[in-house]
């Protein structure tokens, strides 16, 4: 007999007058209010006010928090990181050992714990910070950022964007006409960072010369082609697109200018041609961290022109790494005759080869921007800018959403790799973009490269210091420090040049990288030489190989440096010939421990 099974009793709901019971007239709970609902009335006291004219709390908390802000900024002179605790504070992996409190905790407490968390930051805004390509971020663009964050603007589609979306387009446009393209025609993208922008390249390129791919998954080793001075993101994204790292093919660079070697990129295009393997993106770097290189890429299009990929495929995709060099772009039609900005004779030829080798960028079919790198804006602002907006889009366009209605002409959910997207980097850069004008950004790159050559001409005097890209153009020094007595020039030709001076340049790695550590140990405990901070600075272990070791077969046949990156406008000639002092100064204390060890 079959078992009968009762009906569920209805749920019971508090009936409409005891929820309205609840609320007092200006909308707090009253006394009689069960826990939720006075949970509910402390919350809305601490949500941003929707009108205006009242009391707003979030208001009142960037009120304390420009202080508490402020607190955190070293004094004049003061170390380069946040805060009076540069230590770290925390272990792991016991530091995920935490559980939430069942009650709500008071929001000025909450508050002082992520200040606190930034206790012992590097500080990007010191002038003493210059270990890498990220500068702090220009007021304008702070600024609009935290915009989005308030409104929670998303750029999934134009509902929940709707004017704020000019912010993503007009970037795009006015990045267009900057680099020579049909600004109607082209479209852009603000994504996660400039791997976002490489792997926005490869799916580009493989959903074009893949054209099943999309459906039935990748079925032919298609390849991606960049050459050894590209990003290292080429792991990831060859990996993450499924296409697997054993398709990347690195094409060698000229020993010399680190760009794409085209003898040896025509023996792989006409070896690829012969097996009938199609290429799936090119990709030419346009200025790289630390050695600044651009790829030939009018050259690069003009080869794959001359060998297309066999029949049955789609045209490969020239993507263009600009993430950091797009800036040159600039300078591309800068009257070097008049200078209007007064640079010096020094830098002018070197401002205009690089503004040169931009212009070429109008080949590529896509290119990769970074505004969190030259752009001098906050992560993240990163922008995959094609040429052509209609095949991009209508080549990754799905179909329509149910969960979503069309009500403005722009609606990127159907054919971007996200679905929510922050409006945050696009209104960064868009706010950059109109706050520096093309002057601006010509004032604030002409003024890395003049503080770049000031630091050059500092390390020439010194007769154990070497600059080892002293034929670059980008906007690093990169350079070695010897040992007492040695002269560094003529040491570093041989160790660079000579197989015989290998030996040798293996233990000036070493003693470069004993250096670089030293100095962020010194800069992280706060030491000063002659009465003033260590400044944050790093170093490579390989930003090039020697010239016997073109082929890579030897790991340890590769040049250590350490680095500076003058990108703070607060930089000045005193700290630069600082930088110089504690660079030596690292070096006595490293050969002086290594002295009395062998003692």
Not at 490 to 496: D, G, I, P, V
């Amino acid at each position: 007999m079959n078992k009968v099974t009762q009906p569920t009793a209805a749920i019971r709901h508090a009936s409409r007058l005891a929820h309205e019971g609840h609320w007092k007239a200006d909308g707090s709970a009253n006394s009689k209010a069960p826990k939720w609902a006075k949970y509910r009335a402390e919350m809305r006291s601490e949500f941003p006010l929707p009108y205006r004219g009242g009391k707003d709390p979030l208001a009142e908390q960037i009120g304390k928090f420009v202080g508490k802000l402020d607190m955190l900024r070293p004094e004049k002179g003061g170390p380069a990181y946040l805060g009076d605790n540069a230590e770290l504070t925390w272990t792991y992996p016991e530091v995920k050992d935490v559980k939430i409190a069942q009650e709500m905790g008071p929001i000025d407490d909450v508050l002082n714990g992520v200040v606190d968390m930034f206790q012992g930051l590097g500080n990007w805004g010191s002038p003493l910070t210059m270990c890498n390509v990220l500068p702090q971020g220009n007021t304008a663009a702070i600024m609009a950022s935290m915009m989005a964050q308030v409104f929670a603007a998303s750029l999934i589609e134009g509902e929940y964007s709707w004017n704020v979306q000019r912010a993503e387009l007009e970037s795009a446009g006015m990045l267009s006409n900057l680099v020579g393209w049909d600004a109607q025609k082209a479209g852009g993208l603000f994504t996660f960072g400039g791997t976002g922008c490489w792997l926005y390249g490869v799916k580009y390129g493989l959903t074009r010369v893949l054209p099943d791919s999309r459906k039935k998954g990748i079925r032919t080793d298609a390849k991606i082609i960049c050459s050894e001075q590209a990003h290292y993101c080429q792991a990831n994204c060859s990996d993450w697109s499924g296409l697997g790292e054993d398709n990347v093919i690195r094409v060698k660079t000229d020993i010399a200018t680190n760009q794409m070697d085209l003898i040896d990129l025509e023996r792989i295009l006409k070896e690829l041609t012969a097996s009938k393997t199609p290429i799936a993106v090119v990709v030419c770097t346009m200025g790289t961290t630390d050695s600044s290189c651009f790829d030939p890429i009018g050259k690069v299009r003009t080869l794959l022109d001359r060998y297309p990929n066999p029949k049955g495929f789609g045209k490969t995709v020239i993507y263009a790494d600009a993430v950091v060099g797009w800036s040159w772009i600039y300078f591309k039609d800068y009257d070097f005759i008049g200078n209007p900005l007064g640079f010096s004779d020094r830098i002018l030829p070197i401002l205009k080869q690089n503004g040169e080798m931009m212009k070429e960028i109008e080949h590529a079919d896509c290119i990769g921007i970074d505004f969190h790198k030259v752009g001098y804006a906050p992560y993240i602002s990163s922008l995959f800018l094609y040429k052509d907006a209609d095949e991009f889009e209508s080549l990754h366009r799905r179909g329509q959403d149910a969960y979503l209605q069309v009500r403005t002409p722009f609606n990127p959910m159907y054919y971007t790799l996200e679905t929510s997207r922050t409006a945050q980097g696009a209104l960064a850069a868009w706010a950059t973009l109109k706050y520096f004008g093309i002057e601006g950004f010509q004032a604030l790159l002409g003024g890395i490269l003049e503080t770049k050559y000031y630091l050059y001409d500092l390390l020439e005097k010194e007769p154990d210091m070497v600059c080892v890209n002293a034929e670059d153009t980008g906007l690093i020094n990169l350079y070695r420090v010897y040992p007492k007595g040695v002269d560094a020039k003529a040491q570093y030709n041989k160790e660079l040049t000579n197989p015989g001076g290998r030996p040798d340049l293996i233990k000036h790695n070493h003693l470069t990288e004993a250096v670089g550590n030293l100095l962020f140990e010194w800069y992280r405990t706060g030491k000063k030489i002659d009465g003033q901070f260590t400044p944050w600075m790093s170093f490579t272990t390989g930003f090039r190989t020697t010239e016997y070791n073109r082929d890579e077969h030897d790991s340890d046949e590769v040049v250590f440096a350490l680095k500076s990156f003058p990108m703070n406008p607060y930089v000045t000639p005193e700290i630069m010939k600082h930088v110089v002092r504690c660079v030596q100064a690292a070096r006595d204390d490293v050969m002086k421990s290594r002295v009395l060890a062998a003692a």
